[in-house]
């Protein structure tokens, strides 16, 4: 099986685990519906930023993704008309976010970490160089 393939059955599979960590009301709910969230957030768009550029090292792909989320992060605290229409919306809140949070940016390095190694197996000619 190809690495592309290999990255969009990941993708099948994280989507609904991540939406699922979202709706999960049982013991330890708001865990699951922040934390582990916001880290399967990050592990996604490194997969997506992976599956378009495959050649991108799993290292500047990790970065690039801890910075963009940890930026939507901060972007929470700025409340304009159209970001708040945008969150209104389930797609909205899903991508944007709606509260800021500083613990988020321990979840997002977790799942930056994560993806760095997944994403050295998933590409074992690049492996997890940073280059």
């Known amino acids: 099986m190809s690495q592309r393939a290999k990255t969009f059955l990941l993708l099948l599979i994280l989507i609904p685990l991540g939406f699922g960590t979202k709706y999960y009301q049982g013991p ?3 865990f699951f519906n922040n934390s582990i969230a916001g880290a399967l ?4 768009w490194c997969l997506v930023l992976f599956w378009a550029f495959p050649k991108l090292a799993p290292l500047k792909n990790a970065g690039l993704v801890f910075v963009g989320t940890s930026s939507i992060e901060f972007l929470q605290l700025w409340h304009p008309k159209i970001l708040q229409a945008a969150r209104d919306t389930f797609l909205g809140r899903t991508l944007l976010g709606g ?33």
Do not use: R, S, W
């Open 99 to 131: 509260t800021f949070d500083p613990t988020d940016f321990f979840y997002y390095l977790m799942g930056a970490c994560g993806a760095y190694f997944l994403l050295g197996k998933l590409n074992p000619l690049t492996g997890n160089q940073g280059n």
């Open 28 to 30: 330890g709910h708001e």
């Open 41 to 44: 957030y990050v592990i996604f």
